[in-house]
């Protein structure tokens, strides 16, 4: 049934005054046809979008809510908590609702504070019930990698172990039909071991060939009798895992100090078809990097990168490409697509690179500089055009147009006045590169961290050239909000008033926080505060010759 446009704030405003209290009768608010409608827009319960609506209400304001708000809302009655617990449940569980805590050893609902997620806004402002639905996952992969995110989420204590079972639960029944997913289902495992299972998998795709037993069992559950009994049909070998042969135990470890793993037999079943359809032939100028082994990453821009970014992502977009190079070939203009990503170091130009080749479905070719520049002359302008050929040859091999990668820029380097050999070679290097850059068919995107000193013969060459800069403020709100979803909005501000950030010690400052926490118990806001210090203090001061993440 299509959606009625209505004005849904204003009707979920209708919802926050009707139930305060509870002053008007629920059957009166639920038979408005409006209410109705909402009810069907989110497919949710009504006690479910009396917490919602309360919740639109305080993320407009910018005001964080807990138990005891709705509580309030409802008469202060404790009475009201278990509907209010099982409507927040609900909501976690589709999505709209993000809990956070400010104690990562707090998993309780009770103890934290919410808010809704983005798309839930999106949603109502734009009348689009497709921004609620989550895409189910379209391979094994996708699924392993979506599992991944629900078992982060619950150590940051987002939700608890009920919840992250039937998240799990949703992704399984909903994800397309493969043969990983049919072979696991002939075993009848309950979801808790499948959830134990997925974490083992996880494990070994990530090349952690063990898991740690202990620690996905108190993810998996709260109570500490039933956390018991996992552990224990483990050890004593009555799990369904161990009996069907799925995982075995490390014999040798200690107590609460045990590890799993999967068997061959798992192995062969989950990952063997992976590795024969990616066995492809190795490239001695470049190393291939797959879309599905690119993690998924929240990267936010400054309005005017944004717009090119945009632009480029639906340039390369699978529907758009082909479209686009066909008209290209019938104006009689060059197919080939080059894009420089320039700009300050940590601003996003790997991570974009990434990204688009991740949302395009593309392989990246990345170009290995280093075993190019070779030392022996003459082989240089060999390896040059070995690039294009190898590039091309593996194109044959993909289904859509891979992205030729240069992360570094220093092949593109200016040509020299010849005093020596070693000049020729090198304006040399740079004829060809020029040449084969000219009649380029494929998609290529450089990244550099001064384009100044590029060749200006090769400015032509690029198509689309980004400008990355420094975030700005709102950009490094947004970049220290997703990286730290549990600190406050007062504390985050209080870090950009003090420092500048780039989105690379964004990442360098999340790592050391997250390793802190496990070392020791600190006081989380200012350890955060003190690492943002630490970090800025030490790329102010020192010039280290790495590249950063971003």
Not at 124 to 150: G, H, M, R, S, Y
Not at 213 to 238: G, M, P, S, V
Not at 376 to 381: F, T, V, Y
């Amino acid at each position: 049934m299509k959606n009625q446009d209505f004005n849904k704030l204003e009707w979920m405003e209708y919802v926050i005054g009707g139930s305060f209290g509870n002053t008007i009768n629920k059957e009166e608010i639920v038979n408005k046809t409006e209410v109705k409608q909402l009810l069907q827009f989110f497919k949710i319960t009504y006690d479910e979008l009396v917490i919602l609506a309360l919740l639109v209400d305080g993320g407009i304001r910018q005001e964080e809510q807990g138990i005891d708000s709705f509580l309030e809302h409802f008469g202060g009655s404790i009475r009201n908590l278990k509907n209010i617990n099982n409507a927040l449940q609900g909501l976690i569980s589709k999505r709209y609702v993000i809990a956070q805590t400010k104690n990562r050893l707090s998993k309780t609902l009770i103890k934290q504070t919410f808010q809704v997620d983005e798309k839930v806004y999106e949603a109502l402002l734009t009348n689009n019930t497709t921004l609620l639905c989550k895409k189910p996952a379209e391979n094994f992969v996708e699924l392993l990698q979506l599992i991944q995110e629900l078992i982060d989420k619950r150590c940051e204590g987002v939700f608890d172990a009920d919840t992250l079972l039937k998240l799990v639960e949703n992704e399984l029944t909903t994800a397309k039909k493969c043969i990983e997913l049919d072979w696991l289902n002939n075993f009848n495992l309950s979801i808790v071991d499948k959830t134990l299972f997925f974490c083992t998998a996880i494990n070994y795709f990530t090349n952690e060939s063990k898991a740690d037993l202990e620690y996905y069992i108190k993810q998996i559950e709260d109570k500490f009798t039933k956390q018991k009994a996992i552990r224990e049909k483990i050890i004593n070998k009555t799990s369904p895992l161990i009996t069907n042969e799925l995982v075995v135990k490390e014999e040798d470890g200690f107590a609460f100090d045990e590890f799993i793993e999967l068997t061959q037999k798992s192995i062969t079943a989950l990952f063997e078809k992976q590795k024969k359809e990616k066995k492809k032939k190795s490239y001695s100028t470049a190393t291939l990097l797959y879309p599905d082994a690119i993690l998924d990453e929240n990267l936010f821009y400054n309005p005017s990168e944004w717009k090119q970014i945009n632009t480029i992502e639906k340039v390369l977009s699978i529907e758009k490409h082909k479209q686009i190079i066909d008209h290209l070939e019938e104006n009689g203009l060059g197919k080939g697509i080059s894009i420089l990503f320039n700009g300050f170091s940590g601003t996003g130009k790997t991570a974009t690179a990434k990204r688009l080749a991740k949302l395009t479905n593309r392989a990246l070719f990345c170009v290995d500089v280093e075993k190019i520049v070779d030392k022996w002359m003459g082989d240089s302008e060999k390896n040059v055009k070995k690039i294009f050929s190898e590039y091309y040859e593996f194109s044959k091999e993909c289904e859509h147009t891979p992205i030729l990668f240069f992360n570094e820029d220093s092949i593109f380097s200016k040509r020299v006045l010849v005093n020596q050999s070693t000049d020729r070679s090198h304006n040399s290097m740079q004829n060809i590169l020029l040449e084969e850059m000219e009649n380029f068919t494929g998609i290529s995107i450089v990244t550099s961290n001064n384009a100044d000193k590029l060749d200006p013969a090769f400015e032509r060459r690029f198509l689309y050239k980004v400008e990355f800069e420094k975030p700005n403020t709102t950009t490094q709100f947004q970049l220290l909000q997703n990286s730290f979803p549990n600190m406050s909005i007062d504390i985050i501000n209080q870090a950009i008033n003090n420092y500048s950030f780039t989105g690379g010690q964004i990442y360098n400052i999340r790592k050391k926080y997250i390793m802190q926490c496990i070392l020791e118990e600190n006081d989380l806001e200012s350890l955060f505060l003190n690492l943002c210090q630490e970090e800025i203090k030490i790329t102010t001061s020192t010039k280290i010759g790495f590249g950063s993440k971003l």
